[in-house]
Every structure is written in structure tokens, then in C-alpha cells.
């Protein structure tokens, strides 16, 4: 059933309840595929990197990646999940181009972590706890390449390109058991979860979980019940949603969207959709699978996975501070408000700002470009901050400067502009640019004294006492400048020359 009007989030939730389920899949940053030799570096030539085990040549034999385990095994105890003394890798078979073997290594009813959970903390700083089914270890399949059809997609496509160098790598993918009892909060849960498990991924090293990258995506599973009654919905499994804000707007959505459907008598299709950026809407995929069509089976080509007690306590010991905490601590050194910090992890800059910190910056400096200027430029060029061209040194270094005087927040703008453009570190920018706050009395006096001369009815307040009016000529001088004037002394001359105290 389509649905052409959509009801309101409110009108949805004041009926329904919506229910979620979360699988998170994230490409590890191991040298290495999961079950071969071949390297895992992005940005070479299609197809260079694969081997007749990627690529299912009959008789070729996987053996699996230890790192891969291991990393496994660090989500899980992160998660607080328990470690499989024993588990196996099974078959998940299905046919798509870009999978050569015809099934995807993975696990099923043996995953190496299970039952587990992870506490995220919302807005208001109230903490939910979102339960774990479990972690286990798979690999990425191949890239596909429609070239003809109108959409990118296979279907009207004329002929498709294949690139197997990402057959292979090692994903982890984290099942939630269904999230009940967010209610209206749903999407803000939602994001809070995927922004948490991003933070913990990377303090733990596994993976830089760059969701633009496609090295973290998440599914979004969703139905709704009515209010008040226990037995779930019809889920609906919304694929690769790859950021954070996309997360929670897919949440929304299909809680109209079905609620529109329920509330007009409808029943909803257990498939899988497709996320629009544009509108934040999502369409119809295929009708979804149930498990015994993928015709699991354990995989006998690999031995089962044993880790020893000894390693998993050793493992457990090399574990982080959580991010949480982490954020908790920073938040009180930092000063800055619950709301304040989800932003900055939202945004992703909990390390940056750190290293900011760090490189010698005050923390307020620090936020204030990572959050301003910096966010806004990411923003407008749709990365992550963290792939800005512009390190965490570079920041420290702009800020010392205004800190020390030879910048103001205009020049210091100019300079952050001049490196990401790839004009140099911040010294060198200041050199090639010419951006030095100009303090010296003798290159200011001339504009001071123009700008007298231009405004002398402001002058003539200013001469009678009315010492508020220079700040009309301090932007005038400021201007004439072009906003490489030091302000204050700016200010302090003018006042002198017209026989006046500050
Ligand atoms: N009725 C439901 N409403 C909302 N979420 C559900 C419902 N039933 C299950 N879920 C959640 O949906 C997710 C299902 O993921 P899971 O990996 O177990 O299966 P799948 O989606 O069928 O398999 P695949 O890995 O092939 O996508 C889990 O997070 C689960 O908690
Ligand atoms: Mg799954
Ligand atoms: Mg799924």
C-alpha cells in the first residue's frame, strides 16, 4: 500500500509504539581481508586486490584473519557481551554479482559475542540502556556499478562493473534485541546508539568508523504496535544508513509512514527500503528473506573459533576508558553543558578537540573552531570533520596566535580558510597571505587619521565626551584595513588624537 499523505510524527505516536532494532556494520581496519592474504588499502585499481579465495575460485581454502578475531572479541567485551568459548563460521547463501562465492562467510546461531548492552546518553543527559543480541564477525562483499539505468540501481541498468577489492573484508555487525520504551524519543535513541557504538569503535582502535566512508552503516529496523499492547508489528528493515542524521530521520519517517499505512487498515510488508538523502524519505527494496531461504549451514572449509579464557582476560585488560565516561570527565574539565557535549559528539569532535587540547589550544578555543568554523565547512563539503585537511596541531597553532595577539578571529578565519585549501600550515599561510594584525603605530596612524578626517561630525561626538561613538571609527579603520588592524589599539589611538580618555 502507498501512502500519499503522510500523518504527523505526533498523530503516530500518540496511537502507536514504535519498536526498533539496529544492526551496525563496521569494516575493520585490520591490513589485511578477513579470510585471506589480500590487502585491504582503498583507492587502488578495481580488482588488484583479490586472490582466488575472494574471489570463490573453486578449491581455494580461507583461513581466518587472528586480528579479525581479536577485534571482534574487544567490540564484544566493550559491549559488554559474553565471549563464545566456541563458535563457527556459517554460510549464508545468496546470489548477488558482487558476492563471488555465492554466499557470505558470516555466523548465525553461533556468533563469537552475545547478550550484551550499551548505555547511551540522551540530550537531557538521562542514560539508555540499549540491549545487545549479539556481534559477530562476516565479510564485506564486492562493489557493484549499474551504468544505464536512471537510478544507479540494477534494475533498467544496461550492463554493471564489478570491483571485488572489497570482497572480503572483515565486518563486524552488532544486532540490538529490539528497543522498546524509547516512545517519542525513538529517533533521538537511535542516533544517541549509532553515535555511541561510532565512539567506542574508534577508542577502541578496531576501525576510524567513518560513517561517509561506508565504514560503519547501519540497518534500521522498525514496526509499530498500538499503544499499550505487548506483541510486535510487521518490521520494516531500512538499509545502509550512512550518518548519523540520516539514522534518526529514517526512524521518523517510517514511524509515519507506518503508522499511515496502519491507520488507514493497511498491513505493513516485512522488506527492505531504501533511504533518500534528499527528502529523508525511504521506498520499497525487496521483499525481505526469511533466514531459512539464505539455507545457513556451517562453514566446513574453516576450523571453529576456541579463544582461550586467557586471551579474552588479556583482551579485556587492554580495554579503553569508555567513551562515556570519557565525554563525562571532558565535560567537566571542558565546562560545557550535556547539550553542548552531544553536540560535539554528534558532530564527531570529541578527539579532535582533545587533541586540540593536547597540542597546547584552551579547550574554549579549541570548541570554538572545531564547532564553528570547521563544522561549517564540513558541513558545506559533506564530510566528517575528522577528514577536514586541517590537523588538530594546525588548530592549536591558529589559536596560539590569536591568543598571543598576531590574529584576530577575522584573520584567523582567513588562515583556517588558506589551510584546508592546501595553502600551507598556519605560519605559512599568515607569510603567503600577509594576514598579521598591524599594531604598530606608525602603519596605523595614517588610517586613524583618515578616518577622522572622513567622519569628522562623529569626531566632533566623540571630542564632546561621547566615547561610545568610537566604535564607528575603529570600523572604519578596521575596514580600511581590510580587518588587519589590532582593534584595541586601534581604539586607543583614535581616543588620544582626538584629546579624549578611554
Ligand atoms: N518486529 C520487530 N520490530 C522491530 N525490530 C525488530 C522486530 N523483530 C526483530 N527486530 C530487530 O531487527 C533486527 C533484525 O536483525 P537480524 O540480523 O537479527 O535479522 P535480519 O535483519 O533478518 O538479518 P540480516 O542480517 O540478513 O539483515 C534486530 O535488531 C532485531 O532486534
Ligand atoms: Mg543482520
Ligand atoms: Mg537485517
Redesign the pocket.
Known amino acids: 500500500m502507498t501512502v500519499t499523505e503522510l500523518v504527523s510524527y505526533e498523530d503516530a505516536l500518540a496511537s502507536y509504539d514504535p519498536v526498533m532494532g539496529l544492526?551496525v556494520h563496521v569494516e575493520l581496519g585490520t591490513k589485511t581481508k578477513m579470510f585471506c592474504g589480500c590487502s585491504t588499502e582503498l583507492g587502488a585499481d578495481p580488482n588488484t586486490q583479490t586472490c582466488p579465495v575472494c574471489l570463490g575460485m573453486p578449491g581455494a581454502l580461507p583461513v581466518v584473519n587472528a586480528i579479525g578475531v581479536e577485534s571482534a572479541i574487544k567490540i564484544g567485551l566493550a559491549l559488554n557481551c559474553e565471549i563464545a568459548e566456541w563458535c563457527r563460521f556459517a554460510r549464508k547463501n545468496y546470489f548477488y554479482p558482487d558476492m563471488p562465492k555465492n554466499f557470505q562467510t558470516s555466523q548465525y546461531d553461533e556468533p563469537i559475542a552475545f547478550n550484551g548492552y550499551l548505555d547511551v546518553q540522551l540530550e537531557d543527559g538521562e542514560v539508555f540502556r540499549v540491549e545487545i543480541e549479539r556481534a559477530h564477525m562476516e565479510e564485506d562483499t564486492g562493489k557493484s556499478t549499474h551504468v544505464g539505468g536512471a537510478t544507479g540501481r540494477i534494475h533498467g541498468a544496461q550492463h554493471s562493473l564489478l570491483d571485488y577489492n572489497r570482497a572480503g573484508i572483515p565486518l563486524i555487525?552488532i544486532?540490538t534485541k529490539p528497543i522498546e520504551g524509547a516512545g517519542e524519543r525513538a529517533p533521538e535513541v537511535a542516533k544517541a546508539y549509532v553515535a555511541e557504538l561510532r565512539e567506542l569503535i574508534k577508542a577502541l582502535g578496531v576501525s576510524e568508523a567513518r560513517m561517509e566512508m561506508g565504514q560503519m552503516r547501519c540497518?534500521v529496523n522498525l514496526s509499530l504496535r498500538p499503544n499499550g499492547t505487548e506483541k510486535f508489528g510487521t518490521r520494516s528493515e531500512t538499509k545502509n544508513v550512512n550518518s548519523l542524521r540520516s539514522v534518526e530521520r529514517a526512524v521518523r519517517f517510517e514511524v509515519q509512514r507506518h503508522a499511515s499505512v496502519l491507520s488507514a487498515g493497511g498491513t505493513i510488508v516485512q522488506e527492505t527500503r531504501h533511504f533518500h538523502e534528499e527528502d529523508g524519505s525511504t521506498t520499497s527494496g525487496r521483499i525481505k528473506e526469511e533466514a531459512e531461504d539464505y539455507r545457513y549451514f556451517p562453514e566446513p572449509d574453516l576450523v571453529p573459533v576456541a579463544p582461550s579464557r586467557e586471551w579474552v582476560e588479556e583482551l579485556r585488560g587492554t580495554l579503553p576508558e569508555l567513551p562515556r565516561v570519557r565525554r563525562n570527565r571532558l565535560r567537566e574539565e571542558w565546562g560545557v553543558s550535556e547539550h553542548d557535549m552531544q553536540s560535539i559528539l554528534n558532530a564527531g569532535a570529541v578527539d579532535l578537540i582533545t587533541a586540540t587540547v593536547e597540542a597546547g589550544a584552551d579547550s574554549a578555543a579549541a570548541r570554538k573552531w572545531w564547532m564553528g568554523e570547521l563544522a561549517r565547512s564540513a558541513n558545506e563539503s559533506g564530510t566528517d570533520l575528522a577528514a577536514l585537511p586541517i590537523t588538530p596541531a594546525q588548530v592549536a597553532r591558529v589559536a596560539a596566535l590569536v591568543a598571543e595577539g598576531s590574529l584576530n578571529d577575522k584573520l584567523a578565519r582567513q588562515v583556517i580558510e588558506g589551510v584546508l585549501a592546501g595553502e600551507g600550515g598556519p605560519d605559512e599561510v599568515v607569510e603567503k597571505r600577509g594576514l598579521k594584525v598591524v599594531s604598530d603605530d606608525s602603519a596605523l596612524g595614517a588610517a586613524v587619521d583618515e578616518a577622522i578626517a572622513a567622519n569628522a561630525g562623529i569626531a566632533d561626538k566623540i571630542r564632546a565626551g561621547k566615547v561610545a561613538a568610537a566604535g564607528a571609527l575603529v570600523g572604519a579603520v578596521m575596514k580600511a584595513t581590510r580587518g588587519q588592524a589590532d582593534a584595541a589599539r586601534v581604539r586607543e589611538l583614535i581616543l588620544e588624537r582626538l584629546g579624549v580618555e578611554g
Do not use: F, H, N
Open positions: 544492526e555487525e544486532v540497518d
